[in-house]
């Protein structure tokens, strides 16, 4: 049963689901001088329900010490935060500037900071703005 379909199947007729860029992290690379850079997939396109976090998630990032604009966004797949096992970063998604993307979202790029709910085929996570 596909659970995260049939509850989208309500919540996209009052907020529909928008186009996004997901970029999975692969890790990092090291310079010679110590630098580390983040590194990613090629982005793949998924359709991801935004929507403002609630007040028992809020406290929670609250008590992590993760602050700024956050969002949760659901989605189909299995995407991440920080993976420390295999020294990935947080996951990114990326949203372009067309018409069908909220104006708030428009031209923006989220990174993963923490996995509210992860499902076989669905995941909910808490998604922070980052600086463009």
Same mark, same amino acid.
């Given at each position: $049963?596909?659970?995260?379909?049939? +509850?989208?199947?309500?919540?996209?007729?009052?907020?529909?689901? !928008?186009? +996004?860029?997901? *970029?999975?992290?692969?890790?990092?690379? !090291? =310079?010679? *001088?110590?630098?580390? !850079?983040? $590194?990613?997939?090629?982005?793949?396109?998924?359709?991801?329900?935004?929507?403002? &976090?609630?007040? @028992?998630?809020?406290?929670?990032? #609250?008590?992590?010490?993760?602050?700024?604009? &956050?969002?949760? +966004?659901?989605?189909?797949?299995?995407?991440?935060?920080?993976?420390?096992? #295999? *020294?990935?970063?947080?996951?990114?998604?990326?949203?372009?500037? =067309?018409?069908? %993307?909220?104006? *708030?979202?428009?031209? =923006?790029? /989220?990174?993963?900071?923490? %996995?509210?709910?992860? /499902? @076989?085929? /669905?995941?909910?996570? +808490?998604?922070?703005?980052?600086?463009?």
């Amino acid at each position: $049963m596909n659970l995260r379909g049939i +509850a989208n199947s309500v919540t996209s007729a009052i907020n529909p689901n !928008t186009a +996004a860029q997901l *970029s999975r992290s692969t890790g990092y690379d !090291t =310079t010679p *001088s110590g630098k580390r !850079t983040p $590194m990613y997939a090629a982005p793949v396109t998924a359709q991801v329900q935004v929507q403002a &976090l609630s007040a @028992p998630q809020l406290q929670h990032l #609250d008590s992590l010490n993760i602050t700024g604009v &956050l969002r949760s +966004a659901r989605l189909n797949g299995d995407w991440r935060s920080v993976y420390r096992p #295999d *020294s990935q970063g947080g996951d990114l998604i990326a949203f372009g500037g =067309t018409p069908d %993307v909220p104006v *708030s979202l428009q031209n =923006t790029t /989220w990174l993963v900071v923490q %996995v509210l709910e992860t /499902w @076989p085929d /669905w995941c909910s996570l +808490a998604i922070q703005l980052q600086k463009a």
